[in-house]
Each structure stands twice: as structure tokens, then as C-alpha cells.
């Protein structure tokens, strides 16, 4: 395969672990060329890198005993592996990863980027169903899963609620996913408990994927923060390891931050910054578990003096839809508004600012502001787009059409949009 050399070189600067300008250091490139080289094809400030420097990577790859376009990867087959649970292939929680999986994962979905920025188009999945069953409200997460299938080629057959669900007349989670298992192809399951997708998956050899159980995790929704987390740190040349990270909201209840910071644990250094009222603290499992990594784990009460240094903020919103019917909810008030007064006064000038979103947008919610919208820093909407290319990858892991999609590109017969939407446009097709 003649691997697209932003493709190769984002592998490259991953495995060697090297920010934008140490790797142009190494490879005696300067820094502006190597943006260039990175850049979509599409763009105006695109340009082809030099064979002779293709060949020097992949070199050095090779001598380091790392991915190469001409070598084995070192890790291949480590997703796959990870994806191998339950006597068949599932993605049911971030626990099945470690780093090459991830890795192997990214350089994946770096392919995809064409296909997701609707460049290209791949045909892979042709006469696949997907049954997206979505036993609990959702409209990024189900649309994404939707249209990640069908920009390889499938069809896909949807479901919202228990009402529209035999499960309303009585039928189990056993009966409902054998059944299905016989119409589609792969399943992704979302539901208000915590452990039936893990139950769904048990009673099926169809691939099941994780979209959120409950208070539990939403592993996809972590990868693709992470892989956002990694693009962002690439144009701001930094590293995963040794960041700074804060989350802010509902950590005892927020499946996404569960997800994302057993992610973030698996590198080296980091410091967590975990800020809620004492009622919604991340669970004491987790943050042990984070801890016994050697990162530092520090909580607060409130935002204002606890944002200094952070490299990403990651806010979340309260889940009101998962308290006991008891439950009181105090400590939080529009301290906890992560606004652009916020952001100007407690926080250092690159930091990124990110959401799983739906953020709550009714008065006293005190979620993410939309004041931020057009503020650059504000990676909410890139972080949804990168949504299509890691769902696409995980599919065609699952389905075991990965090493197709290449040679299966062909080029959009329509016209796509010069760009998404204006809130994030600054950005767009970069990084």
C-alpha cells in the first residue's frame, strides 16, 4: 500500500512520540514544510513532501523498530487483539486497550480522513447492516455510528427507546440480541444500565459495540476524544505524555470521562485535575486505579483556582436522568459555567477546550457556554468530526475489511462543502 504521506507522517511523529517540531528536527525538515505535508490534499497550502524525505521516515522508522510503509508494523494485529472479547470481536470498554492498539487504531481513522471529509468515498461495506439499537436518547452518537457505516458502503437499521422495543412487552436482553444478531451484521447497543451491552455481546457472535451504558463507559466516545486530544496537541506541538488535564461537571455519573481517563492512563506523566461538587465525584475505583499508574490526581470543589496550567479542559454536563429519585444535587452553581471569562482569566492562552456534548444550554445548567463558539480554542465541533473517521475504523476492524479501504478510495462524484460550519472554521481541514 502506498500509505498518504499525512498518514505516514502522523504514524511517525505517534510511535516516535515526537512533537511537530522535534520530528522536523529529525528529519532535518523545517517546521513550516512538515505543516505543509500534513495539511488534506484539498487544501491550498498542501504540499507533496519529497520522496527522498518519505524514504528517510520510513528509514528511520526501520532502524528504531517501528511502523514502516516497507516494514511490518510492530504492533500490528494489536487492535485486532484487543477487539477479540467474548468469544468473538466487540468493543465493550476501554479496558480491552493498550498504547499499539491505540496507535494502530489512529493511523486507521488517519486514512479515513478523506472518506470522513467526503473527499472520497469506499464501497467496503457494501451489503452490511448495521442495527444501531438505542435504548436511551441520542442524536450525535447514533447519527455518527449511522454515518460511519455508510460512508463504507452500508446500510443501517435504527431503533430509539423502550418504547418502540419488544424489550416494553417483556422480551430479554438474551432473545433481543440473538434476534437481531439474525438481521444485521454488527450491533451498536446504548442503554440505561450498566453491564447489558456486556450482556448484548454475550449472546451473539455479531460484533457489539459499547455506545454508553448507563454510568459505565462510552468507549468510542474516549477514543475519539483521545484522538482529538493527540490532533490538537500535534498543531499545538505537544505530547499526550506529561499533559495537563481537567475535568470538569459530573464525574461521578459521566460515562465519557469513566472512559477517557483509563485512556489517558495508559501514557506517561499526566497530572488530572478532577473538579465537581463532593456529590458528583469521579468513583474512588477510578481514581485509585489512575494513581497506581504513577500519574498525579488532584481534586477541587471548583473551577476558578484549579484551571491554571491545564492543557485540556474537559467539560461535562450534569446527568440529572441518572440520580436516585432522592437525590439532591448541591455544590454546584455558575462557578462551574466554563465560559469565555473563565477561560480568559484562569487559563493559559493555548488551552483546549472540549465537551461529549449534549451541553445543557436551559438556564442554571451552568454547562459549557456558547460564548466560546468562535473562540479557536474551543474543539467541541472538531472533536464530533473526528467522530466519523475513528467509528469508521473501528468498524473495519471489526468487520475485517481494514486493509481494503485503501485501494477501495475512489474519488466524491459530488461537490462537498468548502467546509462544516462556522464555529470551528478557523481550524477546518488542519488539525
Request: proline content about 5%.
Amino acid at each position: 500500500m502506498n500509505m498518504p504521506q499525512q498518514v505516514l507522517l502522523r504514524d511517525a511523529m505517534r510511535q516516535l512520540n515526537m512533537t511537530r517540531d522535534a520530528f522536523a528536527e529529525r528529519i532535518g525538515s523545517r517546521r513550516r514544510a512538515l505543516d505543509a505535508w500534513l495539511l488534506p490534499d484539498e487544501s491550498n497550502e498542501f504540499r507533496a513532501m519529497p520522496e527522498v524525505a518519505r524514504r528517510f521516515v520510513s528509514e528511520i522508522l526501520a532502524s528504531d523498530g517501528r511502523r514502516s510503509e516497507y516494514t511490518q508494523s510492530a504492533h500490528e494485529g494489536a487492535l485486532r487483539q484487543a477487539l477479540a472479547t467474548e468469544g468473538s470481536h466487540h468493543l465493550l470498554s476501554v479496558s480491552q486497550f493498550n498504547r499499539d492498539a491505540i496507535d494502530e487504531l489512529f493511523q486507521l481513522a488517519d486514512v479515513m480522513q478523506p472518506i470522513a471529509r467526503r473527499r472520497k468515498v469506499s464501497r467496503v461495506l457494501e451489503g452490511a447492516v448495521l442495527a444501531n439499537l438505542f435504548f436511551e436518547a441520542s442524536t450525535r452518537t447514533r447519527v455518527s455510528f449511522g454515518a460511519a457505516f455508510c460512508r463504507l458502503g452500508g446500510s443501517v437499521c435504527d431503533t430509539t427507546g423502550f418504547t418502540f422495543s419488544s424489550m416494553a412487552k417483556g422480551e430479554s436482553i438474551y432473545d433481543t440480541s440473538r434476534v437481531i444478531s439474525g438481521y444485521a451484521d454488527a450491533i451498536v447497543v446504548r442503554h440505561p444500565e450498566q453491564g447489558s451491552v456486556a450482556e448484548f455481546a454475550r449472546a451473539t457472535n455479531v460484533p457489539v459495540i459499547n455506545g454508553g451504558d448507563g454510568p459505565g463507559e462510552h468507549p468510542s466516545q474516549a477514543l475519539l476524544d483521545l484522538y482529538t486530544i493527540q490532533r490538537e496537541f500535534s498543531r499545538l506541538g505537544k505530547l499526550v505524555d506529561g499533559a495537563h488535564i481537567a475535568m470538569v461537571g459530573d464525574l461521578k455519573y459521566g460515562r465519557t470521562v469513566h472512559s477517557l481517563i483509563k485512556l489517558l492512563a495508559l501514557y506517561r506523566g499526566l497530572k488530572f485535575t478532577l473538579i465537581s461538587p463532593p456529590s458528583l465525584a469521579m468513583p474512588a475505583e477510578i481514581v485509585e486505579a489512575v494513581s497506581r499508574n504513577g500519574h498525579v490526581v488532584e481534586t477541587a470543589a471548583t473551577p476558578a483556582q484549579a484551571l491554571a496550567g491545564a492543557d485540556i479542559i474537559y467539560a461535562t454536563r450534569i446527568q440529572k436522568e441518572r440520580f436516585a429519585n432522592d437525590e439532591v444535587l448541591e455544590g454546584f452553581d455558575n462557578a462551574f459555567e466554563i465560559n469565555r471569562a473563565l477561560i480568559e482569566s484562569a487559563c493559559k492562552p493555548e488551552v483546549v477546550v472540549m465537551h461529549p456534548l449534549p451541553r445543557d444550554g436551559r438556564p442554571g445548567s451552568h454547562d459549557l457556554s456558547v460564548d466560546l463558539n468562535n473562540d479557536p480554542r474551543l474543539a467541541i465541533f472538531r472533536q464530533t468530526d473526528n467522530g466519523i473517521p475513528v467509528r469508521m475504523a473501528i468498524f473495519a476492524t471489526l468487520l475485517g475489511v481494514e486493509k481494503l479501504v485503501s485501494r477501495s478510495m475512489r474519488d466524491a462524484a459530488w461537490t462537498p462543502p468548502s467546509h462544516i460550519g462556522p464555529d470551528d472554521s478557523p481550524f477546518h481541514g488542519l488539525d
